[in-house]
């Protein structure tokens, strides 16, 4: 019998590795179907204190690619401190086998580094940089075989937050939205060769991956597009099979309900879309079965499990029924996190702080079977699940778990209900008691410790942790009256001054290019700062401040009952509060936010209040956590003094020279002290599909939200 050498045969055997995936790796962003349904089976359906066991763990350099795996190999793309790069590392120690660049490193106020995910087809590896550099591989030893630069290719502009579509592959074609111009915005190459096989359409490229699907015998690649807000169906040849309008801001991909519907859902305010695809005679229509704002999916997509869908509304976890669109069950604490359907029904859940869940599928209560503490840094990268082992990414390391225990399989554990704090979709019906409007704004009163010991306060003070973007930091708070305010923080690792003094607001913003100190007189921002440094609650002797107040009955939060108070404030502005009929504190304020960055256009926000401890007789909040459109915020309070002495110059704004920016890139460029004017796109005030259209780069617009506002009552 012949003998191979030692090198040929690991040769052999990688190629076979990286071949035509198996049932059980995990090829591409999102697995086998691009629907985040792992085929494991005879998974645990419990973990010891300490979670499953760590196979390995290394660090990793940043970026938010995720982890594609074919037999004994991993794939996936890092950075260093000026370069991305595609690597393959071992999937049973994490031994590095080789790395290939990929283009210079983004560096964004989101996170540095690369956001696609390497596709793996019969011994190639296709990968692609943030800043577009389109890439085939030889999986063996990372040997290129062709690569292109799309900016350059096809007159692309790079997205604001970089490339992040990861490319797909079917028979022959690698399809991709590159953003070109002449109709090449979506473009179909030679997975072999690179050569340009078809294009269609034109506009700059989004943030989502195409996924191919068969409806009705006609096999399609379907691709949410920014441009012109619309889902397009393409068929095999790039002629378009269908479209449908919005949402503007999709980031997660299209996913296949079998046998003939597209679920589609954006971060934005618009929410999500059911639609039908009707196929006769090769020509396919549209019906569109449900639109709800329940389900925001940001960057995450949901997961289709029997006749439901499970995933991130934001930050909030929760079930739809895809019958109806209407949600069944609700959970928070996990910020914005991700999830992968296995064995059938269950659900392994990863928190934007690194906590592991496993959860199952079930559409009448939110059923947590096991919880650990799996990393530390901020993880945004969905998990991965093949051949046993479970892959999960943060912005520094790469962690292996082993999933398939021996015995495994028949442990037990009861369901772990939510962290204390937290809403779940197991609703407890209260006693609601017949009151009058004026009998439950006494009680809330009561609750928050008297109106006398409120009107009582003259200055306060507050420091904890404020989480925005999935990234914790501290922060201060200063109210005084009259309404003077002022939070400071950071937000993207930079320093962050939300305030309000004798002048008017002011802040320093670096998120939106103001980086020195400046003015705000847009009314918008004017009357939310306003309502932000309110040192008492709006329900405390609000007929005395112009309010109005209406018993609008009965509501839920989650599953929770509630009271429903619609609150009009005297500069017209609604809000909707939620009171807990047991204890009339406040359980969630509905109300509205300007944030350009994402919408043109007023969006709604909900605010979470919870964890209410007494401090000199006040009945204060410690935890408040709000969600709109696809922004998410946390605020833990940690420590408070009532009436500590405090200057009235702490909340003036720094004198800097006076002059007027048109824009915050106008306050970055030189022109510190200014005042800040947000000049309102034509869109505004229209609905979000007429307004979107054309409104160029949203996050040129200064977001006039208030992120750093804290426990007060209402937005």
């Known amino acids: 019998m012949a003998r191979f050498p030692f090198s040929a045969l690991s040769l052999s055997l990688t190629l076979l590795a990286a071949g035509p995936a198996a049932a059980l790796d995990w090829p591409q962003f999102r697995g086998v179907n691009r629907d985040g349904v792992s085929a494991e089976t005879d998974l645990p359906r419990s973990w010891p204190a300490e979670g499953p066991r760590v196979v390995w763990k290394r660090a990793i350099g940043e970026g938010y690619s995720g982890v594609s795996v074919a037999g004994?190999?991993?794939?996936?793309?890092?950075?260093?401190?000026?370069?991305?790069?595609?690597?393959?590392?071992?999937?049973?120690?994490?031994?590095?086998?080789?790395?290939?660049?990929?283009?210079?490193?983004?560096?964004?106020?989101?996170?540095?580094?690369?956001?696609?995910?390497?596709?793996?087809?019969?011994?190639?590896?296709?990968?692609?940089?943030?800043?577009?550099?389109?890439?085939?591989?030889?999986?063996?030893?990372?040997?290129?075989?062709?690569?292109?630069?799309?900016p350059q290719a096809f007159g692309a502009k790079r997205p604001n937050w970089g490339y992040?579509?990861?490319?797909?592959?079917?028979?022959?074609?690698?399809?991709?939205?590159?953003?070109?111009?002449?109709?090449?915005?979506?473009?179909?190459?030679?997975?072999?060769?690179?050569?340009?096989?078809?294009?269609?359409?034109?506009?700059?490229?989004?943030?989502?991956?195409?996924?191919?699907?068969?409806?009705?015998?006609?096999?399609?690649?379907?691709?949410?597009?920014?441009?012109?807000?619309?889902?397009?169906?393409?068929?095999?040849?790039?002629?378009?099979?269908?479209?449908?309008?919005?949402?503007?801001?999709?980031?997660?991909?299209?996913?296949?309900?079998?046998?003939?519907?597209?679920?589609?859902?954006?971060?934005?305010?618009?929410?999500?879309?059911?639609?039908?695809?009707?196929?006769?005679?090769?020509?396919?229509?549209?019906?569109?079965?449900?639109?709800?704002?329940?389900?925001?999916?940001?960057?995450?997509?949901?997961?289709?499990?029997?006749?439901?869908?499970?995933g991130f509304d934001n930050a909030t976890f929760k079930c739809l029924s895809v019958a109806t669109g209407e949600q069944?069950?609700?959970?928070?604490?996990?910020?914005?996190?991700?999830?992968?359907?296995?064995?059938?029904?269950?659900?392994?859940?990863?928190?934007?702080?690194?906590?592991?869940?496993?959860?199952?599928?079930?559409?009448?209560?939110?059923?947590?079977?096991?919880?650990?503490?799996?990393?530390?840094?901020?993880?945004?990268?969905?998990?991965?699940?093949?051949?046993?082992?479970?892959?999960?990414?943060?912005?520094?390391?790469?962690?292996?778990?082993?999933?398939?225990?021996?015995?495994?399989?028949?442990?037990?554990?009861?369901?772990?209900p939510a962290p204390k704090g937290e809403t779940t979709g197991t609703s407890r019906p209260p006693a609601t008691p017949t009151l009058s409007l004026e009998e439950i704004v006494a009680r809330y009163e009561a609750?928050?410790?008297?109106?006398?010991?409120?009107?009582?306060?003259?200055?306060?003070e507050m420091e904890g942790t404020f989480t925005s973007f999935s990234e914790e930091a501290p922060f201060t708070l200063r109210r005084k009256r009259p309404n003077l305010y002022r939070f400071d923080s950071r937000m993207t690792r930079k320093e962050m001054i939300l305030?309000?003094?004798?002048?008017?607001?002011?802040?320093?913003?670096?998120?939106?290019?103001?980086?020195?100190?400046?003015?705000?007189?847009?009314?918008?921002v004017v009357v939310m700062t306003a309502r932000d440094a309110e040192i008492e609650p709006a329900l405390f002797g609000y007929q005395e401040k112009g309010h109005k107040v209406v018993l609008a009955g009965r509501g839920d939060v989650s599953g929770q009952e509630t009271l429903r108070l619609e609150l009009t404030r005297s500069n017209g502005w609604v809000e909707t509060?939620?009171?807990?009929?047991?204890?009339?504190?406040?359980?969630?304020?509905?109300?509205?936010?300007?944030?350009?960055?994402?919408?043109?256009?007023?969006?709604?926000?909900?605010?979470?209040?919870?964890?209410?401890?007494?401090?000199?007789?006040?009945?204060?909040?410690?935890?408040?956590?709000?969600?709109?459109?696809?922004?998410?915020?946390?605020?833990?309070?940690e420590r408070i003094r009532v009436n500590p002495e405090v200057e009235d110059r702490v909340f003036a704004m720094p004198a800097t020279s006076s002059s007027t920016a048109s824009s915050p890139r106008g306050a970055q460029a030189g022109r510190p002290g200014g005042v800040?004017?947000?000049?309102?796109p034509s869109g505004y005030g229209r609905p979000v599909g007429a307004a979107a259209a054309g409104t160029g780069n949203p996050r040129s617009r200064i977001s006039a939200a208030v992120p750093g506002s804290l426990p007060r009552k209402a937005r």
Do not use: C
């Open 328 to 416: 069944t069950w609700a959970s928070r604490g996990l910020g914005k996190g991700s999830l992968l359907a296995a064995d059938g029904n269950l659900l392994i859940v990863l928190s934007d702080q690194g906590t592991l869940l496993l959860v199952e599928a079930t559409p009448g209560a939110y059923t947590e079977r096991a919880r650990f503490q799996a990393m530390e840094g901020k993880a945004w990268t969905a998990p991965t699940l093949a051949n046993g082992r479970l892959y999960l990414r943060d912005h520094d390391e790469i962690v292996a778990l082993e999933m398939k225990a021996p015995g495994a399989r028949g442990a037990s554990a009861s369901a772990t």
């Open 72 to 150: 004994d190999r991993l794939y996936t793309m890092d950075s260093d401190g000026t370069a991305e790069y595609v690597l393959a590392l071992e999937a049973g120690s994490g031994k590095e086998l080789w790395r290939v660049p990929a283009g210079p490193k983004l560096i964004d106020s989101m996170g540095n580094g690369p956001r696609t995910t390497p596709t793996l087809d019969d011994g190639t590896v296709y990968a692609m940089g943030s800043h577009g550099r389109l890439l085939a591989l030889k999986a063996a030893d990372g040997a290129k075989i062709w690569e292109m630069d799309l």
């Open 577 to 637: 509060w939620h009171l807990d009929p047991r204890t009339y504190l406040e359980v969630a304020v509905d109300s509205k936010v300007f944030d350009y960055s994402q919408l043109p256009q007023e969006m709604q926000e909900r605010a979470y209040f919870s964890d209410f401890r007494t401090v000199d007789g006040l009945v204060i909040p410690h935890r408040i956590e709000k969600e709109y459109g696809a922004r998410h915020t946390l605020t833990r309070v």
């Open 676 to 680: 800040v004017r947000v000049d309102l």
């Open 164 to 310: 992040s579509g990861s490319p797909l592959i079917d028979g022959d074609l690698l399809i991709l939205e590159v953003g070109g111009k002449d109709g090449r915005g979506v473009v179909a190459f030679e997975k072999a060769t690179g050569k340009v096989r078809w294009g269609a359409l034109d506009g700059d490229a989004a943030y989502s991956s195409p996924v191919v699907m068969t409806i009705g015998g006609i096999k399609q690649y379907v691709v949410p597009r920014r441009a012109g807000s619309q889902t397009v169906a393409f068929r095999p040849d790039g002629s378009v099979l269908w479209t449908h309008p919005g949402p503007f801001s999709v980031i997660a991909s299209a996913l296949f309900i079998p046998p003939d519907k597209v679920y589609i859902s954006g971060g934005d305010d618009a929410g999500a879309v059911l639609m039908r695809i009707k196929t006769e005679s090769g020509k396919a229509t549209v019906e569109e079965l449900w639109q709800t704002r329940a389900m925001k999916n940001h960057f995450n997509n949901a997961v289709l499990v029997g006749g439901h869908l499970y």
């Open 499 to 524: 305030a309000q003094g004798a002048q008017g607001p002011w802040w320093l913003y670096p998120l939106y290019g103001i980086d020195s100190p400046a003015r705000v007189e847009e009314s918008p």
């Open 447 to 460: 609750a928050r410790g008297s109106r006398e010991r409120w009107r009582a306060l003259r200055s306060i």
